[in-house]
C-alpha cells in the first residue's frame, strides 16, 4: 500500500518501450507526444469553449470561434441578478462543507477503531460499510423522504446534508482506515503511557499525523457533495434552497423559449474553475487517495 | 520469456495478492488473547469510537434501504405517504406491475446497453492513458493535470456543456463536422432517438476514462521494474512484454477499476436526465425510479424499481467479488 502511495508520487524513470541507445527514428516518441496531445486537448476543450461561450452574447454565441468578437461579462453579471445564484453557490459551501466536517470526524474515530483495534466482526462491519459505498441512490430515496419529512426539514440545507453522508461516509471510512493501520504502534504505547484518552490520541496524536489522508479525502467528499444532483433536486422545492448543480440544470429563461446558454456557460465556468484548480493543485494527493480507496476495496 | 522474468512476475503476483486480500479477511485474534482485561477495555472503547458513524450510516442508509423495500410491498403515494396498504408483490408481478411494464424494460434495457458501451471504451482508453502516464516524460504532469479536468468538472456542468457543443444549429460539433464535409445535414445529436443514448455514452466516456486510467496507473506502478529489465536484457519485443508481463499483472487492478465503473454505470442518473430529461428512448433505471416516485407520485411502484435495481447491483457485486477473488488466488499461484 505504502509502495503504491510513494508510486503515484515518485518520477520512477519507467518506460516500457524505451530502448536507450538505439539509433531508430523515433516513432513511438512521435506516437507518445501525439497521443497525449490529444488526450490533454479533449479532455480541456470542453472547458476552454464554455468560457469562450460564456463571454460571447446574443447572435456572437451562434459563432462558433474560440476567441469571442466582443467578450463582454454580461452574462456573469446577469446570473447573479436574475437568479439567486450567489445564494446558491453559498448553499453548495454550506452543504460541502457540512459533509465534509461531518464525514471526516466520524470517520476519523471510527477509524482508530477499524484501523488500530482487533474485535469479533471488524471484517463483517467493514465489508457492510464497502458495500454501502456502492448503494444506488435511488434505492434509499423514498425512505429518505420518508425521513427528511419525518424531520420536517424538506427544502432546507439540513436535509441535503445529512443525505449526502451516505455517499461521503463509506469511502472516508475506507480511506482514513487503510491510512491508520500505517501508522506506528510505538506512538499509541507512548501516549498510553501518558495516560491520554481515546479521542485526545485520535485528534491530537493521529489527526496531525493523518493530515495529508485527510486532505485528499476531504477533497473527494467535497467534491462529491459540491457535485451531487439526485437527493438536491428532490428535497428542495424554492429556487433559494437549491444547491448549484441544480441551479444550472434548471436554468431558464422568463419566456422559457430557448435556453440563455451564455448564462448557462457562465454559471457553469463559476462552478468549475474553483474546482478545476484545487485538483490540480492537489492533485498527487487526489491521486493517492482515489487509488487507496480502490486498491483496498 | 527469460526465466527471470517468470520468477518476477509470481513475485509481483503475490505482492499483489497481498495488498488487495488485506488482513480484515483473516483477523488475528491472538494479540488479543495474549492480554486480556486490557484488550477487552480496548475493544469496549471502539465500539464507542465506531459507535456514532456507524449509527449515522445505519440512519441514512440501512434504514431508508429497508424503508424503501417496504414500501415496495405497498400501494403508498406521495401525495398521502401515511395511508397506504400491504399489497403484496403487486407492483413486481401484478397486472399492472414492473415486469409488465414495456418502459421498465426499455429502462432496463437502456442501462444496459449504456453499461456496456461505456464501461469497455473507458477501460480501453483508460488503459491507453495509463500507459501514456506510465512513461516519464516532461508532458507527463500536464497531461495528469489535464486528465482530472474533466473528472472534476460536476455531472451536470458537463452534461449541459456538452449539450451546448452538441446543439443541433449552433453547436460546434455540427459546424465542424459540416465544414469538413464528415456529414451533410446538422445532427440532433440528444434529440434524435438513435443517436442519442450514444451522445450520452460520449459525455461519459469522456468524464470517466480520467477515473479509470488512474486506477489503471496504480496498477501498472505495482509492477516492479526488475521485470521490465528482465525482458530488455532477454530482448522480449514490445507487444510482448505487454502482453505477458504487463497485462497479467495489473489485471486484478484492472478488474477491480471496471467493477467499480459498472457498478458506477449502472445506477447513471445526473448525466441522463440533464440532457435528454424523461425521454423514454434514453431513460436509466434511476431515472425511471425517481420519475414514478416524485414526477408521478408513485411511491410503492418507484419503490419497487427502486428495489430491483439494488437487487442487480447487489447481485452483481457478489459475483463480482467471487470472480475477483479467483482471479487473484490464481495470480498469487
Request: glycine share 8%; net charge positive.
Amino acid at each position: 500500500m505504502s509502495g503504491l502511495v510513494k508510486a503515484g508520487a515518485g518520477s520512477r524513470a519507467l518506460a516500457p518501450g524505451a530502448v536507450p541507445g538505439q539509433p531508430r527514428f523515433p516513432w513511438g516518441c512521435i506516437g507518445y507526444w501525439a497521443a497525449s496531445l490529444l488526450f490533454i486537448f479533449v479532455s480541456v476543450f470542453p472547458l476552454l469553449y464554455a468560457l469562450s461561450s460564456s463571454l460571447k452574447q446574443g447572435s456572437g454565441l451562434f459563432s462558433p470561434e474560440l476567441w469571442p468578437k466582443a467578450p463582454t461579462f454580461a452574462n456573469y453579471s446577469g446570473v447573479f441578478a436574475e437568479q439567486p445564484f450567489a445564494q446558491n453557490l453559498l448553499n453548495s459551501l454550506l452543504v460541502a462543507g457540512s459533509v465534509v466536517t461531518l464525514s471526516l470526524g466520524l470517520s476519523l474515530m471510527a477509524a482508530w477503531a477499524f484501523g488500530r483495534v482487533e474485535f469479533r466482526g471488524r471484517g463483517l462491519l467493514l465489508m457492510l460499510i464497502l458495500s454501502a459505498s456502492m448503494l444506488p441512490q435511488v434505492a434509499v430515496l423514498s425512505g429518505m423522504f420518508e425521513l427528511v419529512r419525518a424531520f420536517g426539514i424538506y427544502d432546507t440545507l439540513g436535509a441535503l446534508i445529512i443525505a449526502d453522508l451516505v455517499l461521503t461516509l463509506p469511502f472516508t471510512v475506507w480511506v482514513l482506515v487503510t491510512f491508520m493501520r500505517q501508522l506506528p504502534k510505538e506512538l499509541e504505547e507512548a501516549a498510553a503511557m501518558d495516560g491520554v484518552g481515546v479521542l485526545t490520541l485520535v485528534f491530537r496524536v493521529y489527526m496531525p499525523l493523518l493530515w495529508p489522508a485527510m486532505v485528499a479525502t476531504g477533497l473527494l467528499a467535497f467534491i462529491a457533495a459540491w457535485n451531487e444532483f439526485l437527493f438536491a433536486l428532490t428535497f428542495t422545492l424554492s429556487t433559494e434552497a437549491r444547491t448549484v448543480p441544480v441551479a444550472i440544470a434548471l436554468i431558464s429563461t422568463p419566456s422559457g423559449f430557448e435556453l440563455p446558454w451564455g448564462k448557462i456557460m457562465a454559471a457553469s465556468v463559476i462552478v468549475t474553475l474553483p474546482l478545476v484548480a484545487l485538483v490540480v493543485v492537489f492533485q498527487r494527493r487526489i491521486v493517492s487517495g482515489l487509488s487507496a480507496g480502490a486498491v483496498k476495496g | 520469456m527469460s526465466r527471470g522474468a517468470l520468477r518476477c512476475s509470481g513475485a509481483a503476483a503475490s505482492r499483489a495478492e497481498e495488498v488487495m486480500a488485506n488482513d480484515i479477511l483473516r483477523p488475528r485474534l491472538q494479540n488479543a488473547a495474549l492480554r486480556g482485561g486490557l484488550a477487552a477495555q480496548r475493544v469496549r472503547r471502539a465500539w464507542w469510537m465506531a459507535a456514532p458513524m456507524l449509527l449515522v450510516l445505519a440512519a441514512v442508509g440501512a434504514w431508508p434501504l429497508l424503508r424503501t423495500i417496504w414500501f415496495s410491498l405497498t400501494d403508498s403515494e406521495l401525495s398521502n405517504p401515511g395511508d397506504y396498504a400491504f399489497i403484496g408483490l403487486e407492483n413486481y408481478v401484478g397486472e399492472y406491475g414492473l415486469l409488465a411494464s414495456a418502459d421498465w424494460w426499455q429502462a432496463v434495457g437502456n442501462t444496459l446497453l449504456f453499461t456496456g458501451l461505456s464501461v469497455s471504451l473507458e477501460t480501453l482508453l483508460g488503459l491507453g492513458v495509463a500507459l501514456l502516464l506510465n512513461q516519464a516524460s516532461r508532458l507527463r504532469t500536464l497531461l495528469r493535470a489535464a486528465l482530472l479536468v474533466p473528472w472534476a468538472i460536476p455531472t451536470v456542468v458537463s452534461a449541459k456543456m456538452w449539450s451546448w457543443m452538441l446543439h443541433d444549429q449552433f453547436g460546434i460539433v455540427n459546424h465542424h463536422l459540416l465544414a469538413l464535409g464528415v456529414i451533410a445535414a446538422p445532427l440532433a445529436w440528444t434529440a434524435d432517438p438513435q443517436l442519442s443514448l450514444f451522445s450520452i455514452v460520449l459525455v461519459d466516456v469522456w468524464k470517466a476514462t480520467p477515473y479509470m486510467a488512474l486506477l489503471i496507473l496504480a496498477a501498472l506502478q505495482m509492477v516492479p521494474v526488475d521485470c521490465y529489465e528482465a525482458a530488455r536484457v532477454d530482448g522480449v519485443p514490445r507487444w510482448q512484454v505487454f502482453r505477458r508481463i504487463t497485462l497479467p499483472l495489473i489485471l486484478p487492478g484492472l478488474l477491480v477499476a471496471m467493477v467499480f465503473r459498472t457498478l458506477d454505470a449502472l445506477r447513471v442518473f445526473d448525466l441522463i436526465y440533464v440532457m435528454t430529461s424523461n425521454s423514454r428512448d434514453t431513460q436509466s433505471m434511476s431515472v425511471f425510479v425517481r420519475q414514478q416516485l416524485i414526477d408521478f407520485g408513485l411511491v410503492g411502484y418507484g419503490s419497487a424499481a427502486a428495489t430491483c435495481l439494488f437487487f442487480m447491483i447487489a447481485l452483481l457485486s457478489i459475483v463480482a467479488m467471487g470472480l475477483m477473488r479467483r482471479t487473484f488466488e490464481r495470480a498469487a499461484a
